[in-house]
């Protein structure tokens, strides 16, 4: 179980000064199996909520639990051989390390074509054209979200967080990815989402609104949740 | 050979023991081994030290080997080759150089290498620098290139230098007739209170021709990094430099380009970019489970490739 308590996030602007709140005091908690979309309007703290998770950044109030054990002090890549795994909305570029090594460092054991070709066609991509490539501007923007998803099925582990793993991703493949998330279905995952296809996987769904989040189990009506329009979002901007 | 020297060779070249074909040998200034071909000719010089290597007009799919081996202090030597490329010939030619200094004198080597390149002849060069050993001593490298390639004739050069040498000045200069072509490849670390100079002059004569010079360098410690290039396009031609730098700890890389189109049909571009491990790098490969250190060797490791 993983558990979020009362966790706030503030940023100070450098320039005015001023402290912006991006989440506050955020209660949140996600069981040991099961996919949890979390969605909302953009900028109201989805990805800071993941960043925070990682351990990326240190929330300015609150702790973090993981199977009962306060993780809010524990670094990154301590996190990461606990079983945190992450994928990120905007993949990292690297000049000249290849997919295979990326791959290889993920897993933490040298793999063998098969192994490669094993994450890579999970995510649409076949091994052979892809390992020698540096993961760097020549691949594609659709390319680099799918080794970075690639990268987190090699390194595996317990709580997956996956920051739109479908942003830029063709229409075609959306069903091979919806696979890829249900077999994950055993283990936490944490889904940052704007598509109603992934939505539907959903096992609970998180709605993040600028002050407040709800939350809808299966079962219930999820997408009551969501016919509400939340505050905050664009067409609020664009009538005021 | 002793085992010294079977690591240095296999750290410069490749070789695993006396190699196959052309090569010429050099240890602590004298000739080790040398074996001369009909394809490719090594004479020694008369005048000065060094050799001359003769590839006949139509050698292709050849190489030669001119290590050097360094495993003395108090030793500094100067060495000229020259290259005699014939025409439509396609050869490689490996050079590189292992000082290995465990005493507290210097030991520097400087080779003054010249290739003359007669039409449609092709040359990959290697050349690799590597210094070990616990001594004081300075361990040196001083080369000097001159490229001279006539009409299509096309020279890439890949040079490494991957850590020990506590000094280096490079001055690589190339002239390039209509349709001749220069690649570089060049990659540096320095680590310490090294310090590494390379220079690049590049003059475009020929209609169409065309360099390309890519530098990776990484520098940590207190080490001092200088990139400077020179193009100059005398017709319409191309020319691209791109340094691209890693900095750690107090290190310092320099880049000054220059370039001048002195046709205006030339067109020239220079690339420069110096700085610290992008911080989201650390973070991606860290979430992968590497600590920070092996986060930013795994960097280095890539960029160095
Ligand atoms: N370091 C920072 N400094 C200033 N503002 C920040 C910083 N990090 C995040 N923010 C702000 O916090 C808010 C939340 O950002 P976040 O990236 O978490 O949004 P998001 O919900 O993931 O949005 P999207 O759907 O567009 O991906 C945004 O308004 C963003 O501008
Ligand atoms: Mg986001």
């Keep these: ?240 | 050979m002793d085992k010294t020297d079977s690591e240095l060779l296999e750290t410069i070249a490749d070789l695993h023991g006396i190699p196959e074909g052309s090569f010429n040998i050099r240890k602590n200034g004298k000739l080790m081994a040398r074996n001369s071909t009909a394809d490719i000719e090594i004479v020694p010089k008369k005048d000065k030290d060094g050799i001359d290597i003769i590839v006949k007009p139509g050698v292709v799919n050849k190489s030669v080997h001119i290590p050097v081996l360094l495993t003395v202090g108090d030793f500094k030597e100067t060495v000229y080759n020259d290259f005699y490329i014939g025409e439509g010939a396609d050869v490689t030619i490996i050079a590189g150089c292992g000082i290995h200094n465990d005493a507290c004198g210097d030991a520097e080597h400087d080779g003054v290498h010249s290739f003359y390149l007669e039409k449609n002849a092709k040359v990959r060069y290697i050349e690799r620098h590597y210094a070990s050993g616990d001594g004081t001593g300075k361990k040196s490298f001083d080369p000097v290139t001159n490229i001279y390639c006539k009409e299509n004739a096309c020279f890439a050069m890949e040079s490494t230098q991957l850590g020990g040498v506590t000094s280096t000045v490079r001055k690589t200069f190339a002239s390039l007739d209509d349709k001749a072509q220069l690649i570089v490849k060049e990659k540096i670390l320095t680590d310490n209170d090294e310090c590494a100079v390379t220079d690049f002059r590049v003059e475009l004569k020929g209609a169409h021709s065309r360099a390309d010079i890519v530098s990776r360098s990484v520098a940590k410690g207190h080490s001092v990094q200088s990139f400077g290039s020179d193009l100059v396009g005398e017709n319409e031609c191309f020319g691209h430099v791109e340094c691209d730098g890693i900095l750690l700890g107090g290190a310092r890389i320099i880049s000054t380009p220059k370039i001048d189109a002195v046709s205006p049909e030339a067109s020239l571009v220079h690339e420069a970019a110096v700085g610290k491990i992008a911080g989201e790098q650390l973070m991606k490969l860290m979430s992968l489970g590497l600590t920070e250190q092996e986060a930013e060797d795994a960097v280095i490791k890539g960029f160095l490739n």
């Design chain 1, 1 to 240: 179980m993983l558990e979020l308590k009362n966790i706030s996030y503030s940023v100070k602007d450098e320039t005015t000064g001023r402290t912006q709140e991006i989440l506050k005091d955020l209660n949140l908690a996600f069981a040991d199996r099961g996919i949890n979309v979390i969605t909302g309007p953009n900028g109201s703290g989805k990805s800071t909520l993941i960043k925070l998770v990682m351990g990326f950044e240190k929330p300015t109030a609150g702790r973090v639990f993981f199977n009962g054990e306060d993780i809010t002090d524990m670094n990154v890549t301590e996190r990461a051989r606990r079983g945190f795994t992450i994928a990120f909305q905007q993949p990292v570029r690297f000049k000249g390390i290849t997919v295979k090594s990326l791959l290889e460092l993920a897993s933490g054991k040298k793999m063998d074509t098969d192994a490669m070709c094993g994450c890579l066609s999970a995510v649409g991509l076949c091994a052979r054209n892809y390992i020698d490539r540096a993961v760097d501007g020549t691949l594609s923007g659709g390319e680099l979200k799918r080794i970075e998803l690639a990268m987190a099925i090699a390194k595996g582990g317990e709580v997956f967080l996956l920051d739109e793993p479908e942003a830029g991703i063709d229409l075609w493949s959306f069903e091979d990815l919806v696979r890829v998330f249900d077999r994950l279905r055993d283990k936490t995952v944490i889904i940052v989402s704007h598509q109603q296809r992934i939505l539907e996987t959903a096992d609970k769904i998180f709605l993040f609104e600028s002050d407040k989040v709800s939350s809808a189990e299966r079962g219930e009506d999820m997408f009551a949740l969501l016919t509400r329009r939340p505050a905050l979002c664009w067409r609020d901007v664009k009538e005021n």
